[in-house]
């Protein structure tokens, strides 16, 4: 390659020019050579640098996304891609594109002051209106529920945002908050409107993220959802919960009484519920409600006097109660309990009343046919004889002496005090007997009872462990 400097200096030579002239030329050909080398080289790394430049232009379109985020594509201004998943992606370079990144992560706000007293530092959300007596609007805010009463009530809302596009383009960051906060609002004067004070208190608290929702946080939900739906905010309540809720101040202790009552009431008629069922199980066991049921319809049965439908209920009540298998909603009953040992009794009873009438029935034809086949006075003289014997042993039977031929006979007494001792006393002890059956009659039937009880829960723990295995 000939060096232009070179070749420039060659031709603008003099011909015939002095020795000096030549000289001076040949000294700047080397300083030409190291100049033109040093702009080759330095041409070299600009090459280079452009090259690395670009590249690192290029590589600047990888982006990342995180989890809890999801990207927008923007290219010249226009959307390409409206929901990037996390991960690495490419775009664009700046300013040619643009990956926008919107958080999806959960966010939570509170709504302390919005239907209610602020919290005071250091007290409970519940306490704020304990020390309120009087309500000033300016002071502490209210809602009013259908039966036109005023409550304060506190709320905890988590959302996030599930439309990533819609939520850029209507939603701007800087106000996302309040227009959630606003949607809520106008949520929980809606649903308190159509419920009662009374069906307020009763709602469960929750904390700001605690879940199980009841009725009214539902509705809550659901009206401020649409609401965000309607501004097309791609936001998602996620959950709305009551944390704090109270009367008015003045009468917080007025509904604490109300709501004692109503929970002593509640406790009593679930004690009374469950002494019934313990009672009910050890009178017949399982199969108390099918008899209950079928003791009912037979009831009906009588009154309108349907004959036949009453006998066919009698028949099949004396069938469950002889212990036969019943079907009842689709399970096998079978009656036990206490109720057995009463009919068990009546059996017994039965059985021994029958037998003593046929002994008597025989005695009786036995004697019957002696009196036929003897002489009637010695049958009667022999008969007559034990049962004056019986007489005479009475202990209220008092026997008189007369001597005989002394016709007619006047006989003045007065009673011997010692008869009328033992009559005093026999009838004591007879008191004192029947009071004692009673006694143990009742000590029995408490028995009886109490191991009904316990054979009920007996069968109920093997029902629980069977099931439970």
């Known amino acids: ?148 009463n005023l409550a304060h009530t506190w709320w905890g809302v988590v959302w996030t945002r599930n439309d990533v596009e819609a939520n850029r383009q209507n939603i701007h960051e800087e106000f996302e908050d309040e227009i959630v906060r606003t949607a809520v609002e106008r949520g929980v004067v809606h649903a308190m409107a159509n419920i009662t004070i009374d069906q307020l208190l009763k709602q469960g608290v929750a904390g700001a993220t605690g879940g199980g929702e009841s009725s009214i946080t539902v509705n809550v939900r659901n009206l401020a959802q649409e609401t965000l739906d309607a501004l097309e905010a791609g936001i998602r309540i996620e959950s709305i919960s009551l944390i704090g809720k109270s009367p008015p101040g003045r009468l917080k202790e007025d509904f604490a009484r109300v709501t004692k009552a109503e929970a002593g009431a509640a406790k009593s008629l679930e004690d009374a519920q469950k002494e019934a069922r313990t009672q009910l199980n050890a009178t017949a066991g399982d199969a108390h409600a099918a008899l209950l049921t079928l003791i009912d319809e037979y009831g009906q049965a009588i009154e309108l006097e349907d004959e036949a439908r009453a006998e066919q209920l009698l028949d099949t009540i004396d069938t469950v109660l002889e212990g036969e298998p019943y079907e009842f909603e689709g399970r096998t009953v079978v009656v036990a309990g206490w109720v057995t040992d009463v009919i068990e009794s009546a059996k017994s009873y039965r059985t021994n009343v029958v037998a003593s009438a046929r002994a008597r029935e025989q005695s009786f034809l036995t004697k019957l046919a002696q009196f036929r086949a003897l002489d009637p006075a010695v049958y009667v003289a022999r008969e007559w004889s034990p049962a004056f014997q019986d007489f005479r042993l009475n202990g209220g039977v008092e026997v008189v002496l007369v001597p005989s031929g002394t016709d007619p006979v006047e006989i003045i007494l007065s009673s011997d005090p010692d008869i009328g001792k033992e009559k005093e006393q026999a009838r004591n002890r007879g008191e004192i007997s029947k009071s004692m059956e009673r006694s143990y009659g009742a000590v029995d039937d408490a028995y009886r009872d109490r191991k009904g009880i316990e054979r009920e829960r007996e069968r109920e723990k093997r029902r629980r462990q069977n099931s439970g295995g």
């Open 1 to 148: 390659m000939s060096d232009p400097f070179k070749e420039e200096t060659s031709t603008s030579a003099f011909s015939g020019s002095s020795p000096g002239y030549e000289s001076e030329e040949t000294l700047m050909d080397p300083a030409h050579q190291s100049l033109a080398e040093a702009l080759n080289i330095t041409f070299k790394l600009l090459v280079v640098v452009m090259l690395v430049l670009v590249a690192l232009f290029v590589m600047s379109g990888f982006r990342q996304v995180k989890e809890s985020q999801r990207g927008i594509k923007v290219t010249l201004g226009r959307v390409v891609e409206s929901d990037v998943a996390p991960g690495w992606t490419f775009v664009a370079p700046f300013p040619v594109g643009e990956l926008l990144l919107i958080e999806t992560g959960t966010k939570q706000i509170e709504l302390k002051e919005e239907f209610g007293p602020a919290a005071v530092s250091g007290q409970g959300i519940e306490n704020a209106t304990k020390s309120m007596h009087t309500l000033n609007p300016e002071d502490a805010s209210s809602v009013v529920t259908a039966d036109l």
